[in-house]
Each structure stands twice: as C-alpha cells, then as structure tokens.
C-alpha cells in the first residue's frame, strides 16, 4: 500500500513538473494557512523544482512569525509541496508566471508532520472517517461573502485598532440602500436574494470567479447568485467533494474572490457580519457517508425525509457537541453577531428537513430517485465563512462519527418556526440555543472536547483555545460607536 501510494506521489511530481515547463512557469507559490485559517505564501523559483522537492520540500518556514506555530527557540519548518494542487494563476503576467500549490507543513531536522498543520488535521479526519468504517465523507459548503466598493477605517486603520481619540468605519457600495449618488437601483434591506441585473451588478464578477475557479484550480462549480443582503452579498456553489479537497476549494475559493476583486478596484470580505441590520455571511455546510458508491445517509422506506438511521445518529452527534463546535466553526468575535434571531441564522440547534430556522437540515428536494440517493446529506447551518475550513470540517466529522458510534438520538424532528416558540416550548422540545458569544463558545469547548481527541492533539486545541481568548479579551477591551450612543449622557 505504501509503495503504491509512493508511485502515485512520484506520477504526480512529474505531471506537475512537465505542466510547470510547458507553461513557462517562472515561480510558484507555496501556501498554508496559520491555526485560525489565514492564508499565507512563499514564493519559490520554479528552476528550483526537481521531484526531490515534492518530497524533501522546502526549509523555508519560521514558523514563530506564524499565529500560533512555533516558539522562538524550536522555529525552523519544512513545506512540503502538493502536486495535485497545482493551479496555474491567471492574472500573473507572462514574464512573471506564477502557479500555486499548497503544502504539507514538517517539523525540521527529519521530523514528522506538524501537529497544529491544518491540512494534516484533515487528512486525519479522512483516516477517522475510514476507521469508522466509511470509505469516503463528501463535503458541500455554502460559501457567502460581501464584495464592497470601498470599506474605509478612519481617520486611520491605526485609531480603528486602538479606539482613540476618533474611530469609525464607512462601507460603500453601488448596490447599497444608503448608496448616494450611485447609478444602480438599490437592493433594500434582505431583499438581494436572486435580482436580475441591473439591481444585480456582480454577475460579471461572479462568473468571472467561477471560470477561474473551474479552469485554474480544478473545482466544479454548480452555480452562483446574488445572496439576500444588501451591498453586494454573492454565493458561488462548489460541487461536493472529499473533506480534504472540500477544505482547499474554500482556501482557493477565498483567494481567488479577494484577488478578482481587488482587480477590478473592490474589496471582497469573509467577515460574517459587516452590515448591522441585514442578513450576516454564513458558511452552511453539506455533508454525507458513502461507501464506495452507496450513500449511508440515503434510506428510501424512512417516510419523513428518506434519512438513514446511521443518517440520525451523526445528526445526534452534530446536536449533542454542537455549542463546542460552535467556537471552531463561528470563531470570530463577529460571528456571533450573526447567529441571532431572524436574519435566517441558525440559533437553535434542533433538526429538520426543510426549516431554515434549525440548526441542522436535511434537503428534501428529491424523492425516491438516484438523485435523491446520490444527493441526500445533512445541511449544518451554523458555521461562517471566517473558520478555518480544515479544522472546522475535521471537528463536525468528529462530532458525527461521535454520534453514530456512541447511537445518539437527536430527537423528533422540529417543523415548526423556531424563533417564534417560546422558551418553555422549546424547553419542552429538548432545543438547545448556540452560545452567545465567542467566549461562552470557547469555554464549550474546554468542557467537551473528548469527541476530537483522535483528531485534534491537545497542543492544537490548547493554542486555538488561547488565540481566541485574546481576540475575545481585545475586542472586549475597546468602546464602540454603540457605547458612546448609549452612555455618553448617563
């Protein structure tokens, strides 16, 4: 099995090769992501690229400059490049062609893999999967996002970090209800779901995403629309695909968003809440079982929503840890001000088949079908396009193979509107509501996290613990616009 594997490896190290000599590839890119998902890059002569190089790597990596690797004392890394990611970027120009291939991060001095590398804790999420009994988990997300005209922090980026003297920020965009002046008719508050152009003026960028998507990075693309906010809110569906890949699409996806719009003189931005008072950016993320060709979800005789039992057990599991997953897959200060009531955001954890207002879906476009087969999964609603996607993947697997290991119920199914019953009511249901801010979340997550320790070492959960409390403490520390409108006069 090793060797075959090796031989796989070698193939693709020379394929790679041969594309980057016939490309007239001149440098490449070598990306990861730090521990809350921030990308990063080295850019390497592609002269110095020979097959060694997909095995030796690169000793290129300090990795105490990185949020949350190294000490100053152990710093040196190796990356490690990944044939199969190669992608060729096309807006470098011909004297400058540029590829890109994500990495493999190793310890130095012939050690193994890292522990807190984010694509190795979903390549061990994949080998759980596997132990499980399962041979592949296929992953679907939803990924929304903003494009702007212009965000402006003022009177500098300096004063918005600090809070001195003045502090404030200002959105523009053409779309917008407040835009002045704009040659657009604007989109009113929550109604930017589905508008024809003109109202919609992002096609042009959308699609433009997407053909680089599918032509350069390998990832099928199924459709993309204009999201239900205001001021730009856009969607681009990815086909479902394996958790690992899944995970790199989102990393290629919000690469490729930011770059196209920055080209075109605007700013594309994953923050899940960046305009009070209308629909925050999500992350709803599909996922399903297979073996071999057979979807383990899929039962044709369960009336309700054609769901397995194995397909219940992993809901359980979702719902059981769902407040501690809460911190790895809403990890930003931001995110929970998206996860409250009625802007569609998922704050109760209870299931369903077609009720947005639960935390956990099951889509029942399809009956009785191969589609329907080949389709049925579970939608879990509450992650956000800010979390690190491999690290946010591996913990809701974890969390579903928790729950069929250990049989977890999760309950009748809720096909009511959830905001709308009261607490005694939801109470009465078993309904859990998501934690309110990222601190509550974090502390969810040093009391349950047993679930993920085949997955995640403690050194990981321990620094990802420890960098969220700090953003929590700073933001905490700073007085908002809002405070001095509510207490100047007290």
């Not at 190290?13 to 992501?33: K, Q, T």
């Not at 890109?100 to 590398?117: A, H, L, P, Q, V």
């Not at 024809?196 to 998507?213: F, G, N």
């Not at 509107?417 to 009261?422: A, E, K, P, Q, R």
């Amino acid at each position: 099995m090793k060797a075959s594997r090796k031989r796989v490896a070698v193939r693709e190290a020379r394929e790679a090769l041969e594309l980057m000599a016939r490309e007239r590839i001149e440098w490449v890119d070598l990306h990861f992501v730090d521990v809350p998902g921030y990308l990063q890059h080295i850019t390497i002569p592609a002269k110095n690229f020979d097959l060694d190089s997909f095995s030796a790597g690169f000793g290129k990596l300090d990795g105490s400059s990185i949020k949350g690797f190294k000490a100053i004392y152990e710093s040196d890394m190796v990356l490690v490049p990944d044939p199969e990611t190669l992608a060729i970027l096309p807006w470098s120009p011909p004297e400058r062609r540029t590829a890109r291939m994500m990495t493999k991060i190793y310890e130095s001095y012939g050690g193994g893999r890292f522990t807190k590398d984010s694509r190795f804790v979903a390549e061990k999420a994949e080998e759980a999967v596997r132990r499980a009994g399962f041979t592949t988990s296929y992953w679907g997300p939803e990924v929304e996002y903003f494009v702007f005209d212009k965000v402006e922090l003022f009177p500098s980026a300096l004063a918005a970090r600090d809070a001195w003297a003045e502090s404030g920020y200002r959105i523009e965009s053409r779309e917008a209800i407040w835009s002045r002046g704009g040659t657009n008719f604007p989109i009113r508050f929550k109604e930017g779901y589905y508008p024809a152009p003109p109202e919609d003026t992002l096609q042009d960028y959308r699609s433009e995403v997407s053909k680089i998507l599918e032509g350069h990075f390998g990832i099928k693309i199924d459709a993309h629309h204009h999201e239900v906010a205001t001021a730009g809110q856009c969607e681009i569906d990815m086909t479902f695909s394996p958790l690992l890949k899944a995970a790199d699409s989102i990393v290629s996806y919000k690469f490729v968003a930011k770059v196209v719009a920055h080209l075109r003189g605007m700013i594309a931005t994953f923050m899940p809440k960046p305009i009070f008072g209308d629909n925050a950016s999500g992350m709803h993320v599909h996922q399903s079982l297979w073996n071999g060709k057979k979807n383990i979800f899929y039962d044709p005789d369960d009336e309700y929503a054609e769901l397995s039992q194995l397909g219940r057990y992993y809901i359980g599991g979702l719902i059981e840890h769902s407040r501690s997953l809460a911190a790895i897959v809403a990890p930003t200060t931001n995110s929970y001000k998206r996860l409250v009531p009625g802007y569609e955001a998922p704050v109760y954890t209870a299931w369903s088949r077609a009720n947005r207002s639960a935390g956990v879906r099951v889509p029942v476009y399809f009956k009785g079908t191969k589609v329907a087969h080949d389709t049925k999964r579970v939608e879990f609603r509450p992650p956000d396009p800010a979390c690190n996607p491999y690290l946010a993947f591996a913990a809701q697997v974890a969390a579903g193979l928790n729950g069929i290991k250990r049989k977890i119920d999760p309950g009748d199914p809720v096909d009511e509107n959830i905001y709308l019953l009261s607490p005694e009511r939801r109470r009465q249901l078993g309904i859990k509501e998501l934690p309110g801010s990222l601190t509550e979340a974090l502390d969810e997550l040093e009391s349950d996290h047993g679930y993920l320790e085949d997955i995640f070492t403690a050194d990981l959960l321990e620094t990802f613990i420890e960098l969220k409390r700090e953003e929590y403490k700073q933001q905490s520390l700073r007085p908002t616009p809002y405070e001095f409108y509510l207490y100047l006069d007290i």
